[in-house]
Structures are given as structure tokens and as C-alpha cells.
């Protein structure tokens, strides 16, 4: 029986570049790596310094923050000052009268009025229902809220954001160096289209203005797509799709001071290196392919440091631990010394708890992407100058996050209050579910989740022998496995070229599977009691999926049976023609009484 959480191998390799270039512009970390895992059903990236998991990303649905829409406002609300905007999603997207307004020095505000006068205006002075508006999503979709946009458009290049209707140039506060920032203000100045305004990021930094300027000129040839799409496209409609995960990191994160970025599919390694070579030809000889054997997350050891990303405590080297609590409101971390004895006194042993705990924090903050109000209970401190030392460590940690934050003081009771801007769900959040067996107080891996261990543990068990796997699992992963219309299971035997045999054991917890290497002659002999045509009754379930409202039947050896009319036998038996017969799912008619067979 196996319940592991393996990375997933390929068998498809070309030979790794041999260039191994290392550039340091800041002499901590000493070195920073992308390791990048690439599947059918997901992207996963990792983000090591000096060999230690510090964030973690991945992508399993289409995105939709950073992503323009074509949207008519539903609802305009005065007493909360602000509308709700359909833009094609599930719910409707919430739209505040602070992104609303424009900014200060902007060419499109009303004659030109100052931020003051704008501050008087209503909500319902700007907008109104049916009118349509183009919005950019700022902040995902989350639980049962919407996403939440703004018609302040910003369009991110490698080196500059530039915004639409919009006449400021700023420089990333992360660029400290005076005379840095004047020469990129003065540059700014020359560049900046007329209607636009412009931010230089942190990758402009000893860039020069022939640089600057082809990323200006590639942004607004862009923008004037986005523009012609949404004359001809019809409300509500996406505009312009954000890029996906890998690009994006090679766009917003990949820079001089990453010694390499490693891909272990050779398809999107050969899109990075081309794209790369384009945008940042001088990064170009840092991005490699994977051609190792094992799975790329198990060579670097990321695999182990992910099976603790979940984990509701987090040990610490002293002997003592974090308690990590993600609420709905606030996410609250406890400090909890351990055995750790202080060399000193108590105060001594408290300041080095509540340090060493200050650097773990700042790690989990970045690797499970936490955001909103997080309140971190230290160990009490009496000494100021011991509360000093902390929250000057925590601060100092903080510049190394690309996520805007925001730290308060330490009180008395040692409480920290710190702001990290949300864009989405946590990582913790994105790969589990509310338990169902607890009214919501736990949470589980999703299925999503599980069935993506079980893809990673049928390619480590690659090397047996045979052409075939026989899987058992809750029936819940049976569903996430095979996929809409069996598509991923699909997907897998091509790309795996072998059988899969699935099939669900309602003994089996959910996180629960086995794998079993054999082949498809023994397997169909033992499997495949089905035929077309054939009549056989099966339960019927609903779909363990909330957003399918399709129906499944199970035969007793737990087969699944996609059913296309099963509504009114839901908890009960029902009596099925099988219509299309494949080796882990069929697709059924459910024979109604009176129709007989």
C-alpha cells in the first residue's frame, strides 16, 4: 500500500547545457536556483537559496490575476462605495471606488481635478448599471468572493510596467543607489510615451536606455492589441490573458542574481531559452534542462520539503516549533520554545528562540505565500532592547520578499502584527480542501492534490517490469485521475505508453492508494468483465466535484460509470446500458422503469 508524494520523472530528455554561469550582484543569498517540474495537469516551481526551499509556486488552473476583461457593471453600490462588475467568472468581480478614481497627474481625470476634488466624487458619479468598463483582476477569486479588479490597467515587462492613461514615472524603492535613480528618472522622462505612464522595476537597474526603450515599445504595441481586441470582442469577455506560471517567473524573477533556472520538460525549456534569448540574452546560458533519471523535485530535495508545506507545525532546529494557523480573517503563528536552554538566563534563551523562530517565519511566509493579516505570537521578551532585536530581524528579512508587507510594533505580550498583500489563496490553501468529516475545522489534501501523487509515484515505478498499472483509490481521487471525459487518464497512458487500470476501493481513506506494475493482457483478463451494450446495475453518486453536476455509477468492483441521465437515482441503484468501454471508466445509459432492455 503506498501514500507517498513523489515529483514526477520524464522520459523524454535532451542533454543539459553545459554552461553553468554563476553572477551575484548582493553577497547574500550566496546562490539562488529555479527548479521548474513540469505535467499535463500542473506547473511547479521552486525557488532554493544556497540549497534551502524558499518559495514555492504552483499552477494547476488557468490564472486570471493580471489578466484584462471587458466587463458591464451589474451593481453599483453608494453606501459601500463600489460596484460589482460581471466579467464572464462564476461571481461577479468587486470593483471599489479606489480603483476607480485615477491618479494623481492622470490625463484622462475630469478636467484635470486634483486628488482632493476626486476624493468628493461618488461612486455613482463614475459609474452606472450596463455601462461597460475594461478592468484588470488584481486579487483572485477566493472562497465564496470574487475576484476584485481595477480600471487602473498596468502591463509588467521585464524591466518596466507601463500604464495606460496614466502620466507619473516611478522607480522601484528596492533600487537605493541615488544616482541610479536619477539617471533611470531622467531616462524615464525621455521614454515615456505620451498617455502613459511608466514604473522602472528592480531589473532596470545598470540597464541601458536602448534597453528601456524596446521594452516600452514592445509594452504599447501590446497594449494597442489589448485595445483593438476589445472593439471587436463583446461584453463580458477576456481581453488579454496574463502569462502563465513559468513565464512569469522568467519575466518578474529571473535576474542576475540566480545562478540558473532548470526545466525538466523539454517543450517549455525550449520556449524559456527562445523567449529568453529575445528579452534577456544575457540570462540566456542560465537556463538548462533537466536529464536525470530521477524526478527533478527529488534531485533537489524539494519533494521532502513539500510534504511539510501542509503541516500544521513546524520544528524548529532548537528543539522548538512554529504552530501555523490559517483562518479566514488572520493567519496566526505561535512560538513554542521546546526543550532549547538558554547558555545564559531565560531572556537569553527567549531571545534566541524568538530569533531563530523570526527567520523561520520569514521562510513560510514566502514558501506558503501567506497574505493578509498574519499575527505572529513571539516568546514574551521584558527587555526593549531585546524587542528591538527582533523586529529589526523581521524587517530586515522582509526586503527579501517580493510581496508588498507591512510590520507593526512588538507589544508587550511579544505579538507582531504584519500585512502581506494577497493576491490569491495560500499554497497550503490551493493544494487542500475543507475536511468534510469536521464541519470545516481541518483541512485535507484536495483530490486534485492526491491524484497528482499518484502521477508522480506511477512514474518513479517506471523502471518495473510490465506495460501496465492497476491503481485503487478512494473514489473521489478515481474521478480527479481520470479527468472530464477521461482526458487525463488519457493523456497518461500516452505519455507513460503503458495500460491504466483504475479503480475505487470504498475502503480506501482519501489520501489512500496502491499501485500495482503488471500488464494489459493480465489486467483485462482480471478487470474488464465489460462489453458494450451490456446491462449490469451500479450505485449512483453524485460527483465529489461541487462544480459538476454530473452523475457516476460504481459497479461493485468499484468501476466507474459516467452516467448521462442519473439525477433522479442519486443514493440508491440504478440499472445501466454500458455505451462506450474503456480501461478505467464507461460511459452509460441509465435504463428508466418501464423502459425495459
Not at 189 to 216: A, K
Not at 238 to 244: I, N, R, Y
Not at 271 to 276: D, E, F, G, S, T
Amino acid at each position: 500500500m503506498s501514500s507517498h508524494k513523489f515529483g514526477r520523472g520524464r522520459r523524454d530528455r535532451r542533454p543539459q547545457s553545459s554552461s553553468n554561469n554563476n553572477g551575484h550582484s548582493r553577497p547574500t543569498p550566496l546562490s539562488e536556483e529555479i527548479v521548474v517540474n513540469v505535467s499535463n495537469r500542473e506547473t511547479r516551481i521552486a525557488l532554493l537559496e544556497d540549497g534551502k526551499l524558499t518559495e514555492y509556486r504552483v499552477e494547476r488552473e488557468e490564472r486570471v490575476v493580471g489578466s484584462i476583461f471587458k466587463g458591464i457593471v451589474q451593481n453599483v453600490l453608494p453606501g459601500m462605495d463600489a460596484a460589482f462588475v460581471d466579467i464572464g467568472l462564476e461571481r461577479n468581480a468587486y470593483l471599489s471606488l479606489a480603483d476607480v478614481m485615477p491618479d494623481e497627474g492622470q490625463d484622462n481625470s475630469p478636467s484635470a481635478m486634483r486628488r482632493s476634488e476626486l476624493r468628493r466624487r461618488k461612486i455613482k458619479d463614475l459609474l452606472r448599471p450596463g455601462q461597460q468598463v475594461m478592468v484588470q483582476v488584481t486579487k483572485g477569486p477566493r472562497g465564496t468572493k470574487g475576484a476584485r479588479v481595477s480600471t487602473r490597467i498596468a502591463l509588467p515587462g521585464r524591466s518596466v510596467v507601463l500604464m495606460p492613461e496614466a502620466g507619473n514615472i516611478g522607480v522601484s524603492r528596492k533600487i537605493e543607489e541615488r544616482s541610479e535613480r536619477e539617471r533611470l528618472k531622467k531616462i524615464g522622462e525621455r521614454i515615456r510615451p505620451e498617455g502613459f505612464g511608466i514604473i522602472m522595476r528592480t531589473e532596470c537597474e545598470g540597464r541601458t536606455e536602448e534597453d528601456l526603450r524596446n521594452d516600452v515599445a514592445y509594452l504599447v504595441g501590446l497594449w494597442n492589441d489589448v485595445l483593438t481586441n476589445s472593439k471587436k470582442l463583446r461584453a463580458p469577455v477576456l481581453v488579454h490573458k496574463d502569462q502563465s506560471l513559468l513565464f512569469r517567473t522568467l519575466r518578474d524573477q529571473f535576474g542576475e542574481t540566480f545562478s540558473r533556472m532548470v526545466i525538466d520538460d523539454p517543450d517549455e525549456y525550449e520556449k524559456v531559452h527562445l523567449v529568453a534569448g529575445i528579452v534577456s540574452p544575457h540570462l540566456k546560458d542560465k537556463i538548462h534542462l533537466f536529464d536525470q533519471d530521477e524526478p527533478i523535485f527529488d534531485h533537489y530535495g524539494v519533494e521532502k520539503e513539500l510534504d511539510r508545506l501542509m503541516q500544521h507545525k513546524v520544528p524548529l532546529k532548537s528543539g522548538g516549533s512554529l504552530v501555523i494557523d490559517e483562518m479566514e480573517a488572520l493567519t496566526a503563528i505561535d512560538v513554542n520554545t521546546g526543550k532549547q536552554v538558554g547558555s545564559v538566563s531565560l531572556e537569553d534563551t527567549v531571545l534566541k528562540a524568538n530569533i531563530e523562530a523570526c527567520d523561520e517565519i520569514l521562510r513560510q511566509l514566502r514558501l506558503r505565500d501567506m497574505g493578509g493579516i498574519i499575527v505572529c505570537d513571539f516568546i514574551d521578551m521584558e527587555n526593549e532592547s531585546a524587542r528591538k532585536q527582533v523586529l529589526d530581524r523581521f524587517t530586515a528579512g522582509l526586503e527579501k520578499d517580493r510581496a508588498r508587507t507591512r510590520v507593526g510594533r512588538v507589544s508587550s505580550l511579544g505579538l507582531v502584527e504584519v500585512t502581506r498583500k494577497r493576491t490569491g489563496e495560500s499554497v497550503t490553501q490551493e493544494l487542500t480542501e475543507i475536511c468534510p468529516m469536521c464541519a470545516g475545522v481541518g483541512r485535507i489534501p484536495s483530490k486534485e492534490t492526491v491524484s497528482l501523487w499518484i502521477e508522480r509515484d506511477m512514474w518513479r515505478k517506471m523502471k518495473e517490469p510490465g506495460d501496465a498499472f492497476l491503481i485503487a483509490c478512494n473514489p473521489a481521487i478515481v474521478e480527479a485521475l481520470i479527468g472530464s471525459d477521461g482526458e487525463n487518464v488519457e493523456m497518461l497512458e500516452h505519455e507513460m505508453r503503458r495500460g491504466i487500470f483504475i479503480r475505487a476501493d470504498f475502503d480506501m481513506q482519501h489520501e489512500e492508494y496502491e499501485i500495482v506494475s503488471g500488464t494489459i493482457e493480465e489486467f483485462e483478463r482480471d478487470q474488464m468483465g465489460y462489453r458494450r451494450a451490456q446491462v449490469l446495475e451500479v450505485n449512483v453518486r453524485r460527483s465529489a466535484f461541487e462544480n459538476q453536476a454530473k452523475t457516476i455509477g460504481w459497479t461493485d468492483g468499484g468501476y466507474y460509470v459516467e452516467l448521462l441521465d442519473g439525477t433522479d437515482f442519486v443514493g440508491g441503484r440504478a440499472k445501466v446500458v454500458l455505451q462506450d468501454i474503456r480501461r478505467s471508466f464507461a460511459v452509460g445509459d441509465v435504463i428508466l422503469p418501464g423502459r425495459g432492455r
